[in-house]
Each structure stands twice: as structure tokens, then as C-alpha cells.
């Protein structure tokens, strides 16, 4: 992969859940969701390990690595993934970029 | 099987459904704001029957062990409650999203402030009109558009999530992207542009609300080209007027599929309109748990699933997307509760409903009637359609 992670930028990028949105286990389901203004978000098992790894400190790279450790992949590809699925949730408002 | 029997036949017909997603706790019926479009009953719950706060609280509870995600905390005017972030505060504890659906009117800036440190996650604001005039006259009340103006300014010092409720009809549809704007002036992150639903008082006040096709088709358009200029920035929700629509709705995402409604006295309804269809038996949380009432109550089983159907739903392709539409509006247009939606194209009612919008809309009429604790004459129209019931196949 010729992507360089360190050059991308992502870095910079620090997601945050606004005010308004917040992610929960539901117990009676026994799933993760996202709730916001008229939204149920339920997440896939990836994208509730990236949304739990989301803390407003860390940024779209660091969740990159540390997932890529969990799931022994490349970061950059990770990373591409991430943004790709951060980008649409802040579409939405559901997230800040 | 008699309508009394297809209505209440034992829950055990059907499979559990999934725990509900969402409750709607219409805390009061009391506002200060009158709209002739209000969702409500024509007859109200007065104050004396409201629930107190130990049973909010005890449903916030059993809600949240239910498996329910959003709790609505709506009316009437929920801020006129003074257990009101009270209220937010357990709905917070309980691991609930918390939303509050206000006209801005009739309370203090201070109970606002109150209700943004007790958690509040969302908060809805509804403006009649962009014009101050058409805002007072449509709320029924003087001083309505500046009050609503100076609480949106108190609700972005409180960095509240903020939706826009624009409810739209004959007089306001002009404004659609203007109340858009105004969203965005706002500091919202999503507008719902609501056309009027025709049932509570909005079915007495039709032929003062009704748009014609022509200012829908526009107010349509408009909100489609909002839509591309203010993408990543504004959610834009609409909801269709659906007189004028091809096919109806998927009224509360189904009947006792998704949300639980709790009227101020203590009624749970599959829908705020439910009590208008006869023969129903409604539970109330007083006599049983909401877990009871969701899963094994006979309103909430009475139109579950599609075994209630009647042609041309039956063997409609649609019947698991839009659930034959709205059962209240079945009921006030058909006269029963089970026939298609006569907003669906496929209806034997619906050309009839067509030309009746058309007609109202090109009516002129604005004399509403208010809504209020003084009720309203039952709506007149809707008896001209039901011996057309002899038509149908
Ligand atoms: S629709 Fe109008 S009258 Fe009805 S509760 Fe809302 S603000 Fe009050
Ligand atoms: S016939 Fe019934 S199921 Fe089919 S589109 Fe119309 S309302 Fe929906």
C-alpha cells in the first residue's frame, strides 16, 4: 500500500460525538447504538469498535493504528475505511470532523 | 368474526414483536399556543387528570428496561410542567436520549437553563410562520413569533441540539425555504419540514389548511434544492402531505412496531389518534406495566402484521412498507378502521379524497377554529364519504 499515514493528514482530524449524539449498549438487544436527533444508528462490529475508540482526543489516525493492532491489517487502508465511514456519519450530523 | 372481535383478538395470533424504539410522553395537554392543527384529541385532558411525577418516572423505568432508546417529551406544552428536568434528569439516568418537543411559549428563560443542565440531548422548536402576523394568528397567541425568536437565541447560549418544526398548509407553504434559512440562522443541525396531518384538529380545520397540488409540488421542489445547498450542514425531514400522494405513509413505522404514545392521563396508544377509532379497549399505565401493554395489549395487537387486511392491501406488493397507511385516517375517511388508506392511489376512495382537497384548497377559508379545552364540532366532511363505503369491492 503506497498510502503514507504519517503524510495523510489524519493526524490533524480529531472526531468528536457533538452534543446531541451519543452511543450506548443497549442490554435488551444486546447491541451498540448510536442515538441522535430523530436517529438509531446500529452499527456493525467494526463500526462500533471505531465509534467507541471516538473519546474527542484521539484522532482518525490513532483509532487507525489501534484498530489495525486489533485486527492485524494495514493502518493506511484502515485509516482510508475510517475516514470514508467518519465522513458519512458527519453528513449526517451525527458526528464532528 | 364481528369488529369488535377482528379488533380485540388475543395477542396470541402473533408472534412477539420487537421492543418499541420510541415513547412519546405527552406530559400535558395544556399550551399556550392554540394551533388549529395541534395532533391532540378535540377533547383534552385537563390538568387535574395528568399523571404525577412518581408514574413518569416509575415509565421512564419500565420504559428503558423495555429496550426503549428515545424518549419525547411532548403535549401540549411540556414546559409548562414544573417536574419538567426533573423528568429530563431520570430520563438520563435511566440510560434514555432525551428530546423535548416546545413552542418556546409559556414558560421562563430560566426553566430552559434547567432543563440543559438536567442532560437534555435534543430539543424541537416549532415557528408557525416566517412573518410574525401569519406566526401570532396560526398559534392563536400575540407575541408568539418574537418569544420563539428570543428562545432559539437561548437555546444556541445553551448549546442544545436544535430541530426546527415547520409545520406547513395553504398559508405557510410559500415560506418552505425561507424556514430553512431560518434554520440555519438558528445554528440547527436539522429541520423537519412536517406538512399537516389530517387527524385531531387538524381534520376539523382541513379546508382552512389544505395546499393545492400546485403549492405542494413546489414546496417539494423547494426542499429538494435546499437539500443540495445545505448538505453535511442541515438534516432537512419531511413529512408528505399525503391527500395529494401516490402512496401513504408507513404511519409510526406500523402499528405497534416502533413507538408507544402516553397520553397525559395515562392512555397508551399505539398512535395519538388511536382513541378515534371505536371498539378499541386501551390499557392505561395505572392498570398495567408497559412491557403488558406493549406486548400482550389488545390495541397494540389490533392491527400488528397484515392479517387484518383487506383488499387491495391484502395482496398488495407495498403491504409490508407502508402498512396500508394510517388506520385513524381510515377510519375518518373510509369509516373503517381496516380499509386502505384512502391517501393510497389504489383505494377505491381516492379520487373522491383528491377532488375533496382540491376542493378545500381552493377554498379560501381562514377562519380556524382553535384548538382548546373547549373542544371543537366533531368534522363534518368525512360523513359524506362513508356511504360511499356501498361502492367499494
Ligand atoms: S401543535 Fe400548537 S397547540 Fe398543539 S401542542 Fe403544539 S404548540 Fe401547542
Ligand atoms: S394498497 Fe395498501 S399496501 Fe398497497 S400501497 Fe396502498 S395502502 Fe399500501
Redesign the interface.
Known amino acids: 500500500m503506497s498510502v503514507d499515514l504519517a503524510a495523510s493528514g489524519l493526524a490533524s482530524i480529531v472526531p468528536a460525538l ?5 452511543l ?1 449498549f ?1 442490554e ?2 444486546q447491541q451498540w ?1 448510536l ?4 436517529r ?1 444508528f446500529e452499527p456493525d462490529d467494526t463500526a462500533a469498535e471505531i465509534l467507541r475508540l471516538i473519546d474527542g482526543t484521539r484522532s482518525v489516525e490513532a483509532i487507525a493504528q489501534d484498530l489495525a493492532g486489533k485486527f492485524e491489517a494495514d493502518p493506511a487502508e484502515i485509516a482510508a475505511d475510517v475516514m470514508a465511514f467518519l465522513r458519512d456519519l ?4 451525527m458526528i464532528d470532523l | 368474526m364481528s369488529r369488535a372481535e377482528t379488533l380485540n383478538r388475543p395477542a396470541s395470533t402473533h408472534p412477539l414483536p420487537p421492543p418499541p424504539m420510541g415513547l412519546l410522553a405527552e406530559l400535558t395537554h395544556r399550551c399556550a399556543l392554540r394551533c388549529p392543527y395541534c395532533s391532540n384529541p378535540l377533547e383534552l385532558d385537563r390538568r387535574d387528570r395528568e399523571l404525577p411525577t412518581a408514574v413518569w418516572k416509575r415509565l421512564l423505568d419500565e420504559a428503558a428496561a423495555l429496550g426503549i432508546l428515545h424518549v419525547y417529551f411532548s403535549g401540549g406544552e411540556p414546559m409548562l410542567r414544573p417536574d419538567i428536568a426533573e423528568l429530563v434528569a431520570h430520563a438520563r439516568d435511566v440510560g434514555l436520549y432525551t428530546n423535548m418537543i416546545t413552542s418556546g411559549v409559556g414558560f421562563q428563560p430560566a426553566a430552559l437553563d434547567a432543563v440543559a443542565e438536567a442532560g437534555l440531548d435534543h430539543i424541537q422548536l416549532s415557528i408557525q410562520a416566517m412573518d410574525a402576523e401569519t406566526c401570532d394568528r396560526v398559534g392563536g397567541y400575540a407575541g408568539a413569533w418574537q418569544r420563539k425568536h428570543m428562545v432559539a437565541a437561548d437555546i444556541a447560549r445553551l448549546g442544545l441540539r436544535l430541530t426546527v418544526n415547520a409545520v406547513i398548509h395553504r398559508e405557510n407553504a410559500h415560506q418552505t425555504k425561507d424556514f430553512v434559512q431560518l434554520a440555519e440562522d438558528w445554528g440547527a443541525a436539522r429541520i423537519e419540514i412536517a406538512h399537516v396531518q389530517y387527524y385531531g384538529w387538524g381534520i376539523v380545520n382541513r379546508a382552512r389548511l389544505m395546499p393545492t397540488r400546485q403549492q405542494v409540488e413546489r414546496a417539494m421542489a423547494d426542499v429538494e434544492e435546499a437539500r443540495a445547498r445545505t448538505a453535511g450542514r442541515l438534516v432537512i425531514d419531511c413529512v408528505l402531505p399525503d391527500y395529494y400522494a401516490r402512496y401513504p405513509k408507513a404511519c409510526m413505522g406500523g402499528w405497534g412496531a416502533r413507538l408507544m404514545n402516553i397520553s397525559p392521563a395515562g392512555v397508551a396508544l399505539p398512535c395519538h389518534a388511536a382513541q378515534t377509532i371505536p371498539g378499541l379497549a386501551f390499557d392505561t399505565v395505572q392498570e398495567r406495566s408497559l412491557s403488558d401493554i406493549w406486548y400482550h395489549g389488545a390495541a397494540f395487537n389490533a392491527f400488528r402484521g397484515t392479517d387484518w387486511m383487506q383488499e387491495p392491501c391484502r395482496s398488495c406488493a407495498r403491504k409490508d412498507l407502508d402498512f396500508g397507511g394510517c388506520r385513524c385516517q381510515a377510519m375518518a375517511l373510509a369509516g373503517d378502521a381496516s380499509a386502505t388508506d384512502p391517501a393510497c392511489s389504489l383505494s377505491p376512495l381516492h379520487k373522491q379524497i383528491v377532488a375533496l382537497a382540491e376542493a378545500e384548497a381552493a377554498s379560501h377559508r381562514s377562519d380556524f377554529i382553535y384548538r382548546g379545552f373547549q373542544g371543537a364540532p366533531k368534522p363534518q366532511a368525512e360523513r359524506q364519504m362513508v356511504p360511499l363505503q356501498a361502492d367499494r369491492p
Request: proline residues 11%.
Open positions: 457533538p452534543r446531541g449524539v451519543r450506548r443497549d435488551s438487544r447504538f442515538l441522535g436527533p430523530e438509531v458527519a453528513g449526517q450530523r
